[in-house]
């Protein structure tokens, strides 16, 4: 036992002394917890001194769905691994990758069949807004003109990663990126939709805001994105389908390409297979990743139709114009295989709907505290947001003597679970979200008397 809180001791004084970790400076940075094992939701975690095990409420950011050490991810993993782990996705093919096209394929709605596998959520927009703009290049080569149509539209409050092309379409002010503005493309940016129950008048406003900027921009504009009905980094925001249905009326309207980032939303999240579907409506283009692996490797993918490529392809340039050296990395392609193997059997829909109730059910009395400001679940997404910025060092310390591993953000005390967490899981995981908030209100209320 020493020996091992040696070991562990010397891992994070090594870390904290070497190792640069995701927003996180590197001088007076808050201390690490190191991860022992992970095994189903929980995690076991050591600060150097204690052991903890702790319910992930993060999924791992989002991602982890079918749990830890899964024995069907697992076997997929090892099995491909006997085989090759990685070859070049240029002139060359496997059937690892072809198994994930077609799960994503037999996935997603018509006609969404033609399939770019790439790293990460952040690639898989960056492919995204090239593929959109390339189809205004041979849209514009056909007709003979010259390319004016090259900016993106995209909504105030929104994430799209940290690459400097999906930079320049997060939230320019309130986003997380303010300071690269002088070296990132400018976009167009429309109002924050309102709330997913928006009444018919706050939905009305905001169309004709918004197309008052569209109209005003429409021969700049090559496409629009959207987390559709989602915003998640931008506040776990629920939005009204029908300001959804409204955008992908306008594409269609001025020939604009709609693009849905479902990185976060796709594959159960919101309570549909993939968000869109609460407009009934279906994007030119749709980014997945995160949950697409279940967690378990880096890799993403961009749909868009046949008939979207094949315009692509006779276009200048005549291919889509990216190629990732991992395309198509045979280890995450077969996992991603088998993750959504899982996903095809439709057991996530009673899960999430299981997550909802139970946080639905545990965290709305907090809306009669002094200092909660909105309490929202959607989908197996839940969220606690309060009148002051939370304090990130004092949150994690009580999440994790409640055995809870939470990662709140700016204002928010928040979950997406993994989507096996039975109700006693999440009723642990909401009591550590109630200890949160309450200290944080608790000490805010002290600072200011």
Request: proline share 5%.
């Amino acid at each position: 036992a020493f020996l091992a809180v040696s070991l562990e001791q010397h891992l994070l004084e090594y870390d904290r002394r070497h190792v640069w970790h995701p927003y996180a400076p590197t001088v007076g940075a808050d201390p690490m917890l190191a991860v022992t094992a992970a095994d189903g939701v929980r995690l076991q975690l050591h600060d150097g001194e204690h052991r903890y095990e702790v319910i992930d409420g993060m999924a791992s950011w989002w991602c982890q769905i079918h749990g830890y050490r899964n024995p069907v991810l697992d076997e997929a993993v090892s099995r491909q691994s006997s085989q090759f782990s990685h070859v070049m996705f240029g002139g060359l093919t496997h059937q690892a990758a072809v198994d994930a096209v077609k799960a994503l394929v037999d996935l997603a709605p018509e006609p969404l069949d033609r399939v770019f596998l790439a790293d990460s959520g952040s690639v898989g927009v960056e492919v995204s807004l090239k593929l959109a703009r390339q189809v205004q290049i041979a849209r514009t080569a056909a007709r003979g003109g010259t390319l004016t149509r090259t900016r993106i539209a995209a909504l105030r409050g929104a994430y799209h990663g940290d690459t400097l092309g999906a930079m320049s379409v997060c939230d320019p002010v309130g986003g997380m990126h303010a300071m690269f503005s002088d070296s990132i493309p400018r976009q167009l940016f429309l109002p924050r939709p309102p709330s997913f129950d928006a009444d018919v008048d706050a939905v009305e406003t905001w169309c004709d805001q918004t197309d008052d900027i569209v109209d005003a921009h429409r021969d700049e504009l090559a496409g629009i994105i959207v987390e559709p009905i989602l915003q998640g980094a931008g506040g776990m925001w629920p939005w009204s389908p029908a300001c959804l249905k409204h955008l992908r009326q306008r594409a269609d309207d001025l020939d604009l390409v709609l693009i849905a980032d479902e990185v976060a939303t796709g594959f159960g999240r919101t309570g549909k297979l993939f968000a869109c579907e609460w407009a009934d409506i279906v994007p030119d283009i749709m980014v997945v990743g995160k949950s697409m692996t279940g967690g378990y490797m880096t890799q993403s993918a961009v749909l868009c139709s046949d008939e979207l490529a094949t315009e692509v392809s006779r276009g200048p340039g005549g291919s889509l114009m990216h190629g990732p050296t991992f395309m198509g990395n045979p280890l995450a392609s077969a996992v991603t295989a088998a993750s959504l193997g899982i996903v095809a059997q439709g057991g996530w829909q009673d899960d999430v709907a299981r997550i909802n109730e139970v946080m639905s059910r545990e965290l709305t009395p907090l809306r009669d505290l002094d200092g909660v400001t909105d309490v929202r679940v959607f989908g197996a997404i839940a969220a606690v947001q309060v009148d002051s910025p939370i304090a990130m060092r004092r949150a994690t310390r009580t999440a994790v003597e409640n055995q809870v591993w939470l990662r709140p953000f700016r204002d928010l005390v928040y979950a997406m679970p993994p989507y096996i967490c039975t109700e006693d899981d999440l009723v642990g995981m909401a009591a550590g979200m109630r200890a949160v908030v309450t200290d944080q209100l608790t000490h805010t209320s002290l600072e200011e008397s």
